[in-house]
């Protein structure tokens, strides 16, 4: 018996070094920190802690499980793991669904603006863009409009380094359609269905961003009357799991508001 738990002590121990290890790698390639990094460096944590005192932690819990007020809580605690792993659950189901939904021919594209350094793109916005090249590339007649205005620190709008990326890589210039305002995605679409009813554009976009945000998109681009499909740049999966666990807080974010 005694052997297995000391095995089970290890075992914890190093599910939760890899847990810390993981998500709290994007932080040592110049990622800034974000509440999915912080998350999982937190639960990898407490595995840690609780691998390392499985033995105090389970007699003190077995202790509060024999008291009314300690069965309360602790039923409590349960039902909100699981409430959470549910929930969890299901919005990894409708980001994954999102990613995956094609568009139709010619529709009009979206790139989503992501941080510029000076008047080079990053390397996610670089991402985005290539993926948006290839489907227009493919659909001549489809316009795209380059979406993301101009931060403290950036030299040129997103926009404006965007517009550049596709003209140098063979896209014309009179297919492009420059917003520059925006600093969000609400304002990305606001912004956009504005420019595209003078252009007397379809409501329809393929949203051209990062495979793990294409739902949040979507439900955005609903409240603006915009049908959205997905045209997804993939993560680099050093930064997937961080990431993956921001988006569940901002989809749980953008159904509460």
């Known amino acids: 018996m005694k052997i297995r738990v000391r095995l089970l002590n290890i075992l914890l121990y190093i599910i939760g070094v890899l847990f810390i290890f993981i998500f709290s790698f994007p932080l040592g390639l110049n990622c800034s920190m974000n509440i999915g ?8 944590i407490i595995i840690v ?13 077995k202790k509060l499980w024999k008291k009314k007020i300690g069965k309360a809580f602790l039923s409590f ?44 793109p990053s390397a996610i916005l670089q991402t985005r863009m290539d993926v948006a090249i290839d489907y227009l590339e493919e659909n001549e007649g489809a316009y795209v409009i380059v979406s993301g205005g101009k931060g403290d620190d950036e030299d040129i709008s997103e926009a404006a380094c965007m517009e550049n990326y596709l003209i140098e890589h063979g896209i014309s210039k009179e297919r492009i359609i420059v917003e520059d305002k925006s600093k969000s995605t609400q304002e990305n679409f606001e912004y956009s269905k504005k420019l595209m009813e003078k252009k007397g554009l379809e409501m329809k976009l393929a949203v051209a ?21 997905a045209i ?8 997937m799991p961080a990431y993956f666990l921001r988006e569940i807080y901002g989809v749980l974010y953008q159904w509460i508001i």
Do not use: M, W
Not at 37 to 44: F, N
């Open 77 to 120: 605690c349960i039902v909100g793991v699981c409430s959470g792993i549910v929930l969890v659950g299901v919005e990894s189901y409708l980001i994954i669904s999102a990613a995956n939904k094609k568009p139709d021919t010619n529709t009009t594209v979206i790139i989503l603006g992501c941080r510029v350094y000076g008047t080079r």
């Open 37 to 44: 990094i912080a998350t999982g460096t937190l639960l990898g």
């Open 49 to 61: 802690v609780y691998g390392l005192f499985l033995d105090y932690i389970n007699a003190f819990v």
């Open 209 to 229: 961003t990062s495979d793990f945000h294409q739902y949040r998109a979507s439900i955005i681009g609903k409240e603006y009357g915009i049908e959205t499909s």
């Open 232 to 239: 997804s740049a993939q993560t680099a999966k050093p930064f």
